[in-house]
């Protein structure tokens, strides 16, 4: 299953407030999660199945969608936001992630 | 807490068999599943292979025919053995825990294939 991650890079101010996409090629229900990774960090899950939340992580992030297309929401960027945000599905085997969002510095 | 931790060779000639060991601690690996999760320098992350917790694998068909994915329970480790390498394998190896999702990473072990 391909993950489709738009738009590739976003450039942005903090205080805004915006939504990442991902579409996939075909439905996977809500088995699908997002993920932030810092330069030189491992990553970090931040929503879980579409749209449940994780214990830790600000509630200014928020997931939605089903079937083939998601989002991701942040309301209000933080300036320890900035980072690439990827999308990955645990519908069917392999695993599969997107190629990742770059959210940077306007 | 739950930890992994990669450990392995940093640098691997081209045609050798790169060999790479998780230790994790916090958990049991029968109760969790263990993957590992391969990053090319500023590129997307891809997923390897998986332990599940009753000692099966699964593997991506991308790596089939040269990985190999194993574990000791009662070291609390899950092994990685790729053969064949070759450059487009250099890249970051983590292994990360989760049935569904990944909930905790290591902090990944550098891999460079060179002569």
């Known amino acids: 299953i391909m993950l489709t991650q738009s738009p590739a890079t976003l450039s942005v101010t903090p205080g805004e407030s915006i939504s990442l996409s991902c579409r996939a090629s075909q439905s996977i229900s809500t088995n699908l999660h997002w993920y932030q990774q810092k330069p030189n960090e491992s990553p970090r899950v931040l929503i879980k199945y579409a749209s449940q939340s994780i214990s830790g992580i600000p509630s200014r992030f928020s997931g939605s969608g089903s079937g083939t297309d998601f989002t991701l929401n942040i309301n209000r960027v933080e300036p320890e936001d900035f980072s690439v945000y990827y999308c990955q599905q645990s519908n069917s085997w392999p695993w599969t992630f997107g190629g990742g969002t770059k959210l940077e510095l306007k | 807490q739950v930890q992994l931790k990669e450990s392995g060779p940093g640098l691997v000639q081209p045609s050798q068999t790169l060999s790479l060991t998780c230790t994790v601690s916090?958990?049991?690996?029968?109760?969790?599943?263990v993957h590992w999760v391969r990053q090319h320098s500023g590129k997307s992350l891809e997923w390897m292979g998986r332990?599940?917790?009753?000692?099966?694998?699964s593997y991506n068909s991308a790596f089939t025919s040269r990985l190999s994915i194993s574990r000791d329970t009662s070291k609390s480790q899950v092994f990685l053995k790729m053969n064949s390498l070759q450059t487009e394998d250099t890249g970051t190896y983590y292994c990360a825990r989760g049935d569904g999702y990944t909930d905790y990473w290591g902090q990944g072990v550098m891999v460079t294939v060179s002569s």
């Open positions: 916090g958990f049991s690996l029968t109760s969790y599943s």
């Open positions: 332990m599940w917790s009753d000692g099966d694998t």
